[in-house]
C-alpha cells in the first residue's frame, strides 16, 4: 500500500499563491497516476489535477492556467502550484495515487490539508 501525507495548506488572501505537497511513501515511478482532489463543505469531492503514465496532465477547467501539477521523483513527492487563488477555491485538498496490482487498480488518499482563501 501507500502512504500519503500532505502539507502547505493555509490561510491566503484573493490572488494569493498556495504550494501544496504530497509526500509518498514509495516510489512514485510504481504509481500509475497521482492527482489533487478537493472537497468543499456540502459538495462532492472533485477531480482538480492529476498525472497520469507518459506524464500526461489533466486539470479542472476551474483552475486550468492557474495551477499547476509537478513531482519531484527523487522526494517521491507530488505538488500542486496554486496561483491567483479565488474564495472558491476554498476546500479541503487530498491527494491520491493509483497502483496496480494484481486483482487490478487501488486507489489510496491523503488525510487532506485545508486551503481557505479570503480577505
Known amino acids: 500500500q501507500v502512504q500519503l501525507v500532505e502539507s502547505g495548506g493555509g490561510l491566503v488572501q484573493p490572488g494569493g499563491s498556495l504550494r501544496l505537497s504530497c509526500a509518498a511513501s514509495?516510489?512514485?515511478?510504481?504509481?500509475?497516476?497521482m492527482g489533487w482532489y478537493r472537497q468543499a463543505p456540502g459538495k462532492q469531492r472533485e477531480l482538480v489535477a492529476a498525472?497520469?503514465?507518459?506524464?500526461?496532465?489533466v486539470y479542472a477547467d476551474s483552475v486550468k492556467g492557474r495551477f499547476t501539477i509537478s513531482r519531484d521523483n527523487a522526494k517521491n513527492t507530488v505538488y500542486l502550484q496554486m496561483n491567483s487563488l479565488k474564495p472558491e477555491d476554498t476546500a479541503v485538498y487530498y491527494c491520491?495515487?493509483?497502483?496496480?496490482?494484481?486483482?487490478?487498480?487501488?486507489?489510496?488518499w491523503g488525510q487532506g490539508t485545508q486551503v481557505t482563501v479570503s480577505s
Open positions: 498525472m497520469q503514465s507518459g506524464s500526461i496532465t
Open positions: 491520491k495515487a493509483t497502483v496496480v496490482a494484481g486483482p487490478g487498480e487501488y486507489d489510496y
Open positions: 514509495r516510489s512514485i515511478f510504481s504509481i500509475k497516476a
